[in-house]
Each structure stands twice: as C-alpha cells, then as structure tokens.
C-alpha cells in the first residue's frame, strides 16, 4: 500500500518534477467512458491501469491537481478538465496490491475538443508526452501544457515561442 508520510518523500528532486506536479492528462476511448460519463456521474474511480510508468503518475496525483480528459480511440482529442478527488489507494478491480486508484471529478468541458493534430502543431506542446509517448494513459503535463491546451479550447490563439 502506498504512504506518502515524509514530506521529503512526496516532494519532486527536480525543478524540472516540480514543473510537472499538478497537472495531468487521462485517455481513455470514449466508447468504454466517456467525457459525458464522467459528468453524468459526477466523478470516478480510475481504475484498471496496468502500465507501471501510468501507475507511478497515479501514485504521484494529489487531491486537487488539475486533469485533461482526453479521448483516445476515433477522437484523439481533450474534451474536458477534470480533478483529482482522491490521492491513490489499492485499486479495488486489481489482483495484486501493487495497482492503484485515484478519483477524479469532472470541472468544465472545452468549449471545443482540442485534436492531437492541433496539439501536435503547437510549437509549445512539441515535447509533451501524449506527442511523445503516444500509448501512456495517465501521464503528466506541465503547466504551460495545460494552458495551451485549455486557452485552444476556449478559442483563444496562443504565442508561439
């Protein structure tokens, strides 16, 4: 089980950790769950992740910390901003101790879907890992990231750097 009780242990080693802690990015196909889901429900336990490099992202989420819901699948697309409700515990649809779950609630939809085709032209978004890392379903963002993304949901035109 996961217990996080020495500051020194949760606290990111590097600025550039530092940077990531706080924002996240969620796929999941929306024909499984979709945006629509979540808000429906008014929030869920994410569950069911088998990836270790998605697990360590569950581990490191914090209640609180901002999320993009994005669809994978046909879409490719972030459609919504959601947060965490609850910090990582014991995945309860896991066999083995070494999975874990954390809570999230929906916040707002995009004013429009944001497409990988979009993100994968910004300039600022070029080394994000959904560009990169294209398979990881939980993974973190910086703050810039998230910026970018929700300011192109809103119709907003962002610098380029």
Do not use: C
């Not at 901003?81 to 101790?97: G, L, M, N, S, W």
């Amino acid at each position: 089980m996961i217990k996080k009780t020495k500051p020194t242990s949760t606290a990111p080693a590097s600025s550039k950790s530092k940077e990531l802690s706080g924002y996240w990015l969620v796929k999941q196909e929306p024909e499984a769950y979709s945006w629509d889901d979540l808000v429906r429900d008014r929030g869920t336990e994410w569950t069911g992740v088998r990836n270790f490099q998605a697990r360590n992202n569950l581990r490191q989420m914090k209640a609180g910390d901002r999320v993009l819901f994005y669809h994978s699948g046909e879409q490719k697309a972030v459609v919504g901003i959601a947060q965490v409700a609850k910090a990582a515990y014991p995945d309860p649809t896991a066999d083995e101790a070494q999975w874990v779950a954390v809570d999230i609630k929906p916040l707002k939809p995009l004013g429009a879907p944001v497409p990988l085709t979009t993100i994968k032209t910004e300039p600022k978004l070029a080394n994000m890992l959904l560009v990169r890392q294209s398979r990881l379903s939980v993974m973190p963002v910086t703050k810039e990231e998230f910026e970018t993304i929700v300011a192109q949901g809103e119709g907003k035109k962002t610098r380029k750097k």
